[in-house]
Each structure stands twice: as C-alpha cells, then as structure tokens.
C-alpha cells in the first residue's frame, strides 16, 4: 500500500496480474463519471456527466505523487484508474507526461473509451504506455442496458472513437469485455461483440464477468467459467480470462439438471468444461454420456470444437 494515511489520489501499489505493481491514481471525486454501468464496483455515479475539466487539483496530485517517489516508494506501473472515467479529468495528459519525466516507472490509463472521439483526449491518451479501454455492448441498444451513458454519448462514439485510438496509438492497447448473464452472454451477441472488438485490432483481449454483487435493483449476474472459455478463442487474438480460485466440482459430482441447465443456457465445448473443472475431456464425455442416451444433451462440431448443448423438450 502506499503506506501514507494523507494519501488522497494515490493507491497502491496492488498488484496486478498484468501490470506488476501497480500505483493507482484516481482523478475522479467519487462518483463521476460518464456511464453508470450496471457492474460497477464503485457504486452508483451520482453525477453522470460528459464534462471534462480540473476535477480534482492537478497540482496537488503531482505533489502527492513526488512525496511518494521522494520517500523511495516504487511500482511497476502507475495507472490512471479508480472512482470514475479517468479521461473526464482535463489534466490527465499532464500526469501521464509528469510520471514519464522521473522517468522511472511505465505508465497505463484504464479507460471506458467514452471520450476517445475528442482530438484532444486521444492525444493525451497516447502519452500512456498501455491504454485498456472497454468495450462489452454490440449496439446502441445494448450499449445503453449495460453502461446506461450520459445524455450524448452513444455507441457509435464510443466504438469510432476507440477505433480511432488505435489508429494514433503506437503503444498497448488492450480491450476489456465485461460478459454478464442476461445482458451479453447469448452467442450471437459475443459474436457480435467480437466482431466489433477485432475492428480496434488490439494487442490484449481481457475478458471478465461481474465478480461482486451488482448495483442494488439490477440481475446481472456472472457467467460461468466454461462459457469465458468456451468463448475466448472467439475474439483475435484470444482472449485471456480471469484466474477462478475456486475450482468446480470434478464431472461425475454435476447433477443432471444443473448440467442440462447450464447447457440450455449457453453451449459449452467439451474443453472448457472440461478445464473449468481441472478434468480430462475424458471425465465430461462419461459424464454426458448418459445426457446424451436419454435425448437431454447433444455433442456437436464447430470448426472442428466440439460443443455441447441441451437438447429442447
Ligand atoms: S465506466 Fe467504470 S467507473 Fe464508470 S460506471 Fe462504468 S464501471 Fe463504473
């Protein structure tokens, strides 16, 4: 942690499965931002805004940040990200370049990707190492159920603006997808989503499911394992999912309905069903066998994947 209790903006470092250590920056006051997506661990944005300006003292967070490098602190990274959209701050570009200048540590920004249209944002936002931006909705309409944006954003913004990114960017860019069940978990619509995420070409595909209650009032649960990895080869390059801590219990232990339920919700291959459970392909085709026998689960190839699926009454 950073280990000073006056710490306002900075947080961190944490550690971070792709970052290293990472030393966290938070330009937003709690809760600003431009989507109030309906998975966000920050809690509900109280002020949903498309305004960019000097949120918090540009200057007090870079004397807060030299006190820490001062006091012989390190990190891999420093990242822009926290309460809210980091790009909405006016001065972010400032920090990014101050950070560059000590010429120590690299440097990200973790961005929904909303205000990547404006000139002036993609240009602050090359100054960063690696650019993380989101992208888990397809369309307008679906965009507006899972981000509920502010009053003039809309997807095709959203999606030309980050394609634009890429196209100034010379450094990382990487996309997270955020699947939720009942909101972007159907084939078609990752298909879709994939599709869309190929047109930013990025360097990184970070595919992630809700792992904490969402916001009071909203069904958006997490989608299973097997369903990230039955889905990841989808999206170019591959996309890389979550480390479960826990695994799920070994084949012969699923009952039935929960099985069939599963299978009727989402088609699985057999591999990923197979590794959500750390089993052989072996262990799931025994297991299905019976499935298969009483006319409850069919096995199919795709692309040379073999997939399971529920078979309707
Ligand atoms: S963009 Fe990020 S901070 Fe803003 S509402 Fe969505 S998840 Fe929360």
Redo the contacts with the bound molecule.
């Keep these: 942690m950073s280990g000073n209790p006056s710490c306002r903006y900075l947080f961190g470092p944490v550690p971070s499965r792709r970052l290293g250590l990472s030393l966290g920056v938070d330009l ?1 006051p709690r ?1 600003v ?5 309906v ?7 109280t002020e949903l805004t498309l305004e960019r300006k000097e949120w918090v003292p540009l200057s007090a967070v870079l004397a807060e940040y030299d006190r820490w490098v001062a006091a012989g602190n390190t990190t891999d990274y420093v990242t822009l990200s ?4 980091p790009t909405m701050h006016s001065k972010f570009g400032d920090v990014l370049r101050h950070v560059r200048a000590t010429g120590r540590f690299r440097t990200a920004l973790l ?2 990707g ?1 205000l990547m249209w404006m000139p002036e944002v993609r240009r602050e936002a090359s100054e960063a190492d690696v650019v993380k931006v ?1 992208l888990s909705a397809w369309d307008e309409e679906s965009f507006r159920r899972i ?2 944006p502010a009053p003039g954003l809309t997807f095709r913004r959203l999606l030309e603006g980050e394609q634009a990114l890429r196209e100034a960017f010379a450094g990382s860019l990487w996309v997270e997808v ?1 699947l939720l069940a009942g909101f972007n978990d159907a084939p078609d619509q990752i298909r879709a989503i994939a599709e869309r995420v190929a047109s930013l070409r990025p360097d990184a595909v970070h595919m992630n499911t809700s792992t904490r209650p969402v916001q009071t009032g909203v069904t958006a649960g997490r989608v299973s394992e097997a369903l990230l990895r039955t889905v990841a080869p989808w999206f170019e390059p591959v996309a890389e999912i979550p480390v479960f801590s826990g695994r799920s219990p070994p084949p012969e232990a699923w009952p039935d309905d929960e099985l069939v339920d599963l299978l009727a919700r989402h088609p699985l291959s057999l591999a990923a069903l197979a590794e959500s459970a750390g089993a052989e392909v072996e262990a799931v085709e025994k297991r299905l066998a019976p499935l298969i026998g009483a006319g409850r689960v069919a096995v199919e190839e795709h692309d040379g994947v073999r997939m399971a699926r529920a078979v309707s009454a």
Excluded at 33 to 37: L, P, Q, S, V
Excluded at 39 to 45: A, K, S, Y
């Design positions: 937003n809760k931002c431009t989507e109030n997506c998975f966000c661990q920050v809690g509900r944005t926290g309460s809210g959209e961005s929904n909303s989101t981000h509920r955020m």
